[in-house]
């Protein structure tokens, strides 16, 4: 049997799968990324030859593979939010990046340092792989098509939709912090990291977003040339063009490029807030999203298949079932006290902190970049770990929390205009 072509059999079966399995899978207790979880691990447990998927020995291929995904995802993410930006409007957006991000991002750090004995560098790095919550896996419970009315977003959903569009390029700073401490050592490089992995590469991601985007809206929406008005010829792989764009500029001049990519799509949605290219440009970045979570997933339930999980402790199991079950809960909780979120609300908020590829994107970034003191078999499997547990956990509990939400949510609308 021939190897390349049994995985292009099987790479074209899963993209069939990722067409299918949302209509199937609509309104039950059972993601699509756990089936792809469970299938990759139903295949590498058959006697068929199939590669071995070795995060370690293939570290760039994961880094630049999970990269894309994520990428992708956030411009879905960003021109499917119908709010426009605020401060009001966005404070539950705010409230989960500056107390629910840095307080996992300790919570983790304390978990791996003290139950694992990690050394800082290699705990603090954890806390940063694992804080950021998931743009790709979050589907379930992620604002859907774009819609024409700005209040269309419930909040639960705006807010897990905002916060993972913004924190996957907010954890960067955290991993450099780590990779700083793993390399320099002491404090001696606050300063130059705060200067310039905080401040600038977040306000250069910030204001390239911003800049690319309007352009580009102009472009597809208002150019004076009937070429250049991409709007009325509704090419969706446009926004595959603009997500490499604002990436590859943003990243030309060390900005954070996940944050302009988020940003250019927030942009590229205001210039025409209710046309119907928006929804031409997501459905094609939303596609692209299914088909690499498809292939991804597959290979990540083959890593846990083909012993990837080997090196995990029960120390290493604790650390990734307490963020899951109490370190990101109570972060998320706290971060919304006197918010606007509801009670229920916030505690679906709370729980769904889903993690996913960005985490494996981050690990496999820092490991190319330093030693952690840690064998790398070993964080991968904390990570890898944490990931599975939370597609398992959250693909059962997603869609029915939800579906008890919004019923909730339809009878007080009902109750009130009665």
């Not at 190897?3 to 039950?28: E, I, K, N, Y």
Request: glycine fraction near 12%.
């Amino acid at each position: 049997m021939s190897t390349p072509d049994l995985v292009l059999a099987l790479g074209g079966a899963a993209a069939l799968l990722a067409a299918v399995l949302p209509g199937l899978l609509a309104r039950r207790a059972f993601s699509p990324p756990l089936v792809y979880l469970l299938g990759g691990m139903g295949l590498y447990l058959l006697p068929i030859g199939l590669p071995e998927p070795d995060p370690v020995a293939h570290r760039a291929a994961v880094e630049h593979i999970t990269e894309i995904c994520v990428l992708v995802s956030l411009m879905g993410a960003g021109l499917a939010l119908n709010r426009r930006i605020g401060l009001r409007s966005w404070s539950t957006t705010w409230r989960l990046l500056g107390w629910a991000m840095p307080l996992t991002v300790a919570g983790v750090t304390a978990a791996a340092s003290g139950v694992l004995g990690w050394p800082v560098a290699a705990a603090l790095l954890l806390g940063a792989v694992l804080a950021p919550t998931d743009p790709v896996l979050a589907s379930d419970v992620s604002v859907g098509e774009p819609a024409d009315a700005e209040n269309a977003d419930d909040e639960v959903r705006f807010a897990l939709t905002s916060e993972a569009g913004l924190n996957d390029g907010l954890a960067f700073p955290i991993v450099y912090a780590a990779i700083a401490l793993a390399t320099a050592g002491g404090l001696g490089w606050t300063g130059e990291w705060a200067l310039t992995d905080v401040l600038y590469r977040i306000v250069a991601g910030v204001v390239c977003g911003l800049l690319i985007g309007r352009l580009l809206g102009r472009l597809f929406f208002h150019s004076s040339a009937e070429e250049l008005r991409l709007a009325e010829r509704r090419d969706g792989f446009v926004a595959l063009g603009a997500t490499l764009l604002a990436y590859g500029v943003t990243e030309l001049v060390s900005g954070y490029g996940f944050i302009a990519v988020f940003v250019a799509a927030c942009a590229i949605r205001r210039v025409e807030h209710g046309h119907g290219y928006n929804n031409v440009l997501h459905g094609f970045v939303e596609q692209l999203e299914r088909l690499f979570t498809s292939w991804l997933l597959l290979l990540l339930g083959g890593f846990v298949a083909a012993g990837g999980l080997a090196p995990l402790t029960w120390r290493g199991a604790l650390v990734g079932v307490l963020l899951i079950l109490v370190i990101r809960p109570l972060a998320g909780w706290l971060s919304q006290v006197r918010g606007p979120a509801g009670p229920r609300e916030r505690r679906v908020i709370s729980l769904f902190g889903i993690r996913g590829v960005g985490s494996l994107f981050y690990l496999a970034y820092a490991l190319g970049h330093a030693d952690f003191g840690v064998p790398p078999e070993e964080l991968w499997a904390v990570t890898a770990f944490t990931v599975v547990l939370s597609v398992v956990l959250h693909g059962v509990t997603a869609t029915p929390a939800m579906a008890r939400l919004d019923a909730l949510r339809e009878r007080l609308t009902t109750g009130t205009r009665g």
